[in-house]
């Protein structure tokens, strides 16, 4: 079974990644997040460990010419609690190492900084969710937690900034979360809701599932399996924090949302294309 796959967000004609290759370690993710957009996969919830990952890896490595980009992981996090006594992500690195790999790492976790021993002897960028609503990751590591790994992450390694999804009426002005990481570049997206992400929204904060429906499902759009705030919105809310990043000289780029961007690549792939070792081992 092959786990590097070409990055097919849900098919969504909005995706301006270009061409790059998907790897989650692990099934399934345990950080709950009420707003999660992979809740469609059955059991999801459950995080399990996959038949015969390291041979399948190998293989898979072996057929790459050489210029591909890895992201881990798109619709689960290569650092769940467990992965602190497996240790299956962090040998997953080793063969990315050992392969020459380009590699985003996106997690939503400081355990990411158990592995900055290899992360910095790669061309790798580590993206880190920073989203400033502790309220809807429930299970995830802290708001302060991840800004503490992100400071470290950066002082040896290009560091992502991921604050996304952008929610209306609760993380919108948290621009004090950009100041706090200082990273090379910012993704931000506006939240995309699904029935289930709404019903888990509406139990966790009943007062914003409130004022989410009716800019959603009065007001928004549904673009293929996802409802959208309406194009005027998204673009007010995406530009506060565009012209905030270019303040401060910091690129800035949108994801899924078919709107333009400066910046040079929307996933922050442009800084996994150099080795960049800021301790300049
Ligand atoms: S970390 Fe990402 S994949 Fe995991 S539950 Fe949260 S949104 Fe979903």
Redesign the pocket.
């Known amino acids: 079974m092959r786990v590097l796959r070409p990055f097919d967000p849900w098919k969504s004609e909005l995706c301006t990644c270009g061409f790059k290759l998907s790897f989650n370690p692990y099934t399934g993710?345990a950080?709950?997040?009420d707003?999660?957009?992979?809740t469609y996969i059955p059991r999801f919830w459950e995080v399990r460990e996959k038949n015969g990952l390291f041979r399948n890896l190998r293989r898979d490595l072996e057929e790459l010419s050489g210029g591909e980009v890895i992201s881990m992981s798109n619709?689960?996090?290569p650092y769940p609690p467990i992965e602190k006594e497996k240790e299956i992500t962090r040998n997953c690195l080793k063969l990315f190492r050992e392969y020459d790999v380009k590699l985003l790492v996106v997690t939503?976790s400081d355990l990411v900084t158990r592995d900055l021993d290899i992360l910095s002897e790669m061309n790798a960028v580590v993206c880190m969710t920073i989203t400033g609503c502790d309220q809807l990751?429930r299970y995830?590591p802290k708001t302060e937690k991840r800004i503490a790994a992100f400071k470290r992450v950066s002082e040896i390694m290009p560091a992502v900034l991921r604050f996304d999804p952008l929610i209306p009426f609760l993380n919108e002005n948290r621009l004090n979360l950009i100041e706090a990481c200082d990273p090379d570049h910012v993704v931000t997206s506006t939240l995309k809701l699904r029935r289930d992400s709404f019903q888990r929204i509406s139990r966790a904060l009943p007062w914003l599932a409130e004022r989410l429906k009716k800019l959603y499902f009065d007001e928004g759009e549904k673009i293929g399996a996802y409802w959208y705030l309406n194009r005027e919105r998204r673009l007010r809310m995406l530009k506060i924090v565009e012209d905030f990043c270019s303040s401060l000289g910091i690129s800035c780029a949108f994801c899924r949302e078919g709107l333009d961007f400066r910046a040079e690549s929307c996933d922050g792939k442009h800084l996994a294309l150099k080795k960049v070792n800021r301790l300049g081992n």
């Open positions: 993710c950080h709950r997040c707003y999660c957009y992979a619709s689960s996090d939503k990751e995830a």
